[in-house]
């Protein structure tokens, strides 16, 4: 194919950027949470990209670890999402606000 | 003991002494007083032994007390014939005023810190006789001065006393800052601040003599001795007891000056030597001129003091260390037989000290009037006295080198004889002018033997031939350079004539002017402007209180605006506003709204990006 | 052929992702998120990488976003009325970065001064020889040799920090005991 790693990478920042607006311009926590994986999502592609045009093996398997940590993180994540929403009953983020300011 | 022991014991008793009674014994004021003047006696009868048995050599000791490099300070001793003369004097007299301070400090409440300070005194005038380096003399050069600053402010529920004794602290620092920058200077060029090794140096090679050096431990010198421009210190320091006069500001502090410019004579060029002669002869002629426009008894004798002072200066001036060394002692014994006296006329008097309002005590007081008739003839020089081979040496010295000088201690000696007839005339004779004359009664016994010892001191102190073997060598050497000049002969009659005429017309005029007994001043009578410019003493210390308040004052002032301004305000404050800033701006990172983190995020990120694309840095 | 494929995937990942974003109901998110995940996946294949397409399918995908609906619909969030609120300044100032940083990746398409390229060269079936780097092949059989030999450390660590995650995630949920 004719497609070359500049296109990969574009591809990738724009996924990137999309997930940073996600970060910043949304208020639900859980929605945070799922364009910060898309941010690590894209990270993934470019890592994979790089590999496969520089001939090696080691992005596939930084990838590899990626996934997996990206998977635990989650896992994680939403239970302290779960217990969070527990104590608050909310999970808009400017309400779980607990300093006062 | 082996010699240096008995050096060092001279050294500590005292020390130990004063500490004892500063420890224990603040409140038994007896038996401060007790071990104080065994403290003295202590001290004579190992000054006797110390120099008994070293046979006219001198006695080294010396330890090393810190290394800063190659830099090294030591502690010794050098116990010369020049120390040892000038020991023995101290010593002795020292001893006398312990004893008679006991009788006079009798009904004092504060008689332990009287003699703590006393004994803290003597240790340190020791300190300086023994020294043999020049860092040495300066350490216990600022003892004997914080010593004088506590006994003259003995009396410090009065203002007078404590006004005075910090004069005295502060004037006496003025000339140490010259001392130490001469120190300094002194160990720049020599290496060394010993005295021997300085004096080994400038004997081989005469071209290291820098007039600096000498001009600059002449500060320290001028300071102590209480020469122009710093004598505006020992008048005022009156305000303490009698014996601490007698003992700091007649006999020992006063003459330390003079003993440190003798042990540093090798140190001298020319050109100084010259300067201090007239600065000698000036103050000599300048106390003598303000003496007559004083009421108190005290100030007399304060200003009799400086103008002996300036003889003994003009001496080492002219070029003969030994003689103003001889001078010092003959001066110490006559003049603190003077002022003993006056202390027990003062004790007598009820604490009266004005000779105005004195009289008639030849009457009540026979053996203090007596004894200080003796001490008054020696002052003027009277032949066979003791002041009288002394002075009569001066006066020659002069006369070999200068005319003027020559002239003006003459008239100085004209104008002692008439302050002190005066002086005599009011207080001694005549009738009492007020209640406490008329009720006054001679000493005790105790006051009294010490005059009477003093007395035969001063009558027999100039008959070099008794003298111990092995004390004024460097007296009897400086005499005979003087009879081995060709104009020796020539100048000594003219000096005898002279000196002899000057105290007698100097007491007869004095008689005739005043009168036996005045009630009022005759010359402030008469010559009402003659009076008052004696009385101004040349406006020194006027000069010197407007300096101080109105210059120095403003300068601290403005220091001290800058301080709080800078330093405080900028500086400390500054750093604490620059903390709290800080704070307050890192605290925008906490706010707990998760987008704020990310905004964070976000700048670091595009920090690093610049980072990364070199934008900045 | 496959240029085309890689268009198509690209614009399917990237609509996705927006939309993802900018759905106000979160379910909806969630499932525009695994089309998202889908698409990288068939670029992952594009990409000749098919071990990790596979494995992107089954974690991210299947995994990861079946337990954030899992959570989505227990939470039973209500629809924020206006997602977007430029309330204050901040959030204005950093969305625009957002948006620069999408502009600049689309401009510096069309531009020039594009890092040198490297030449795809084909990758081979099978591992043929093993040095110490293990080459890049389409077979899983490189990924279990790198994993075993280059990175056996972060293996080992990953297998620690699973258990760890799961550990934490059970004292995270338990059930506060009132005494």
Same mark, same amino acid.
């Given at each position: 194919?004719?497609i ?6 574009? %591809?990738?920042?724009? !996924?990137? /950027?999309v997930?940073l607006?996600g970060?910043?311009?949304r208020? &639900?926590?859980? *929605? ?10 894209a %990270?993934n592609l470019? !890592?994979v /990209? ?9 992005? &596939?398997?930084? *990838? ?8 635990a993180?989650v896992a ?8 969070l ?14 300093l006062?300011? | ?7 060092l ?12 009674i500063?420890c ?13 003047v ?13 120099i ?5 050599e ?5 330890a090393?007390?810190?290394h ?12 010369d ?16 005023i312990?004893v008679?301070?006991?009788g ?5 409440k504060?008689?332990?810190?009287f003699?703590?300070g006393?004994s803290?005194?003597?240790?340190s ?10 860092i ?6 600022e ?18 006393a ?16 010259g ?7 002194a ?15 400038v004997?081989t ?5 820098d ?6 431990l002449?500060?320290g010198f ?6 122009f ?42 050109s100084?030597l010259?300067?201090?002669a007239?600065?000698g002869t ?33 001496a ?10 001889f001078h ?8 603190a037989?003077l002022f003993?006296?006056?202390g ?12 105005f309002?004195?009289?008639?005590l ?20 009277v ?12 006066l020659i010295?002069?006369g ?31 009738e009492?002018?007020?209640?406490a004359?008329a009720?006054?009664?001679?000493g ?15 009558i ?17 050497e ?5 009879k ?9 009659h003219l ?16 008689f ?8 009022e ?20 210390d006027?000069?010197?209180n407007?300096?101080v ?35 307050t701006c ?22 690093l990006c ?8 | ?43 992952f294949?594009?990409l ?6 596979v494995?992107?399918v ?10 954030f ?7 039973d ?13 901040l ?8 948006f620069?940083?999408?502009?600049m ?12 390229e ?7 079936e099978?591992?043929?020889e093993f ?12 990924f ?10 972060p ?17 995270v949920?338990?059930k506060?005991?009132?005494?």
């Amino acid at each position: 194919m004719t497609i070359g790693l500049n296109e990969f990478i574009l %591809v990738a920042g724009l !996924l990137f /950027a999309v997930g940073l607006l996600g970060v910043v311009l949304r208020r &639900n926590t859980l *929605v945070i949470y799922m364009s910060l994986e898309l941010m690590l999502n894209a %990270v993934n592609l470019a !890592l994979v /990209a790089f590999s496969r045009y520089n001939g090696t093996m080691d992005g &596939n398997l930084f *990838v590899f670890f990626i996934i997996t940590v990206a998977a635990a993180e989650v896992a994680v994540g939403l239970a302290i999402v779960v217990a969070l929403f527990k104590r608050r009953q909310t999970v808009m983020v400017d309400r779980l606000n607990a300093l006062s300011h | 003991m082996t010699d240096s022991q008995t050096v060092l014991a001279i050294l500590l008793t005292p020390l130990f002494s004063a500490v004892i009674i500063t420890c224990f014994l603040r409140r038994r004021g007896t038996l401060a007083s007790i071990l104080s003047v065994s403290a003295a006696a202590v001290i004579c009868i190992f000054t006797a032994m110390a120099i008994s048995s070293s046979g006219g050599e001198p006695i080294r000791v010396s330890a090393d007390w810190l290394h800063f490099g190659d830099f090294k300070v030591s502690m010794g001793f050098l116990f010369d014939g020049v120390s040892m003369t000038m020991l023995s004097m101290v010593a002795f007299v020292g001893f006398l005023i312990h004893v008679f301070s006991l009788g006079y400090m009798a009904d004092d409440k504060s008689q332990g810190r009287f003699f703590g300070g006393m004994s803290i005194f003597m240790f340190s005038m020791l300190g300086i006789i023994l020294a043999e380096n020049l860092i040495m003399i300066f350490v216990f050069w600022e003892l004997v001065g914080f010593s004088s600053y506590m006994l003259i402010a003995h009396y410090f529920d009065t203002d007078a006393a404590k006004l005075a004794s910090k004069k005295a602290f502060i004037v006496n620092r003025i000339g140490d800052l010259g001392f130490l920058v001469g120190i300094a200077f002194a160990y720049w060029h020599f290496g060394t601040t010993n005295l021997e090794e300085m004096r080994a140096a400038v004997v081989t090679n005469p071209a290291l003599i820098d007039w600096t050096i000498a001009a600059l431990l002449m500060c320290g010198f001028i300071g102590k001795s209480a020469q122009f421009p710093l004598h505006v210190w020992l008048p005022d320091a009156m305000a303490g007891p009698t014996p601490v006069s007698a003992l700091i500001h007649a006999a020992t502090l006063v003459a330390a000056g003079v003993y440190f410019l003798v042990r540093i004579t090798f140190l001298f060029p020319d050109s100084v030597l010259n300067y201090i002669a007239v600065l000698g002869t000036g103050v000599a002629f300048y106390a003598g001129c303000c003496a007559y426009a004083q009421n108190d008894i005290k100030k007399i004798l304060a200003y009799s003091t400086l103008s002996q002072l300036g003889y003994a200066s003009a001496a080492f001036g002219f070029g003969f260390p030994g003689i103003a060394l001889f001078h010092l002692v003959t001066h110490a014994f006559f003049k603190a037989l003077l002022f003993l006296g006056a202390g027990t006329v003062i004790h007598g008097c009820h604490h009266e000290q004005n000779i105005f309002k004195m009289g008639g005590l030849l009457k009540k007081m026979p053996i203090t009037s007596i004894t200080f008739l003796i001490g008054m003839l020696a002052l003027f020089g009277v032949y066979g006295l003791s002041g009288f081979y002394s002075k009569d040496a001066i006066l020659i010295a002069a006369g070999f080198d200068n005319k003027i000088l020559f002239i003006l201690l003459i008239a100085g000696a004209f104008l002692t004889a008439g302050y002190m007839g005066r002086l005599f005339w009011i207080a001694f004779l005549g009738e009492p002018k007020s209640e406490a004359a008329a009720n006054a009664h001679e000493g005790k016994i105790i006051m009294l033997v010490p005059l009477v010892i003093l007395a035969a001191l001063s009558i027999s102190g100039g008959w070099l031939h008794f003298w111990p073997q092995e004390l004024g060598g460097i007296i009897l050497e400086d005499l005979k350079l003087q009879k081995a000049d060709d104009h020796y002969d020539h100048l000594h009659h003219l000096v005898l004539i002279w000196g002899t005429a000057s105290w007698i017309v100097g007491l007869l005029g004095s008689f005739f002017f005043y009168g036996l007994g005045a009630k009022e001043d005759r010359l402030k009578q008469t010559v009402k402007p003659l009076y008052a410019l004696l009385k101004s003493r040349l406006l020194i210390d006027e000069i010197y209180n407007y300096y101080v308040a109105k210059i120095q004052q403003r300068f601290a002032l403005f220091l001290n605006a800058l301080d709080v301004f800078l330093i405080k305000g900028v500086f400390v404050r500054g750093s604490g506003v620059i903390t709290f800033l800080t704070s307050t701006c890192l605290r925008w990172l906490h706010v707990g709204d998760i987008h704020v983190y990310t905004y964070w995020f976000l700048a670091g990120l595009i920090l690093l990006c610049a980072l990364a694309t070199g934008v900045c840095f | 052929m496959l240029d085309l494929l890689f268009y198509i995937f690209s614009v399917v990942t990237l609509v996705a992702a927006v939309l993802m974003v900018l759905l106000p109901n979160a379910v909806n998110g969630a499932m525009c998120m695994i089309v998202s995940f889908l698409g990288t996946a068939a670029l992952f294949v594009l990409l000749e990488s098919y071990f990790l397409a596979v494995i992107q399918v089954l974690v991210y995908a299947g995994a990861v976003m079946v337990l954030f609906l899992f959570i989505i619909m227990l939470l039973d969030v209500d629809k924020e009325g206006g997602i977007i609120e430029y309330k204050n300044k901040l959030m204005t100032g950093a969305s625009f970065v957002g948006f620069a940083l999408f502009a600049m990746m689309v401009y510096s398409l069309f531009t020039g001064g594009h890092l040198p390229e490297p030449n795809l060269l084909p990758v081979p079936e099978n591992p043929i020889e093993f040095g110490q780097d293990v080459p890049l092949t389409t077979s899983s059989k490189s990924f279990g040799y790198s994993l075993f030999t280059k990175y056996m450390l972060p293996f080992q660590v990953t297998g620690f920090l699973l258990l760890s995650a799961m550990i934490g995630v059970i004292v995270v949920s338990k059930k506060q005991e009132d005494s």
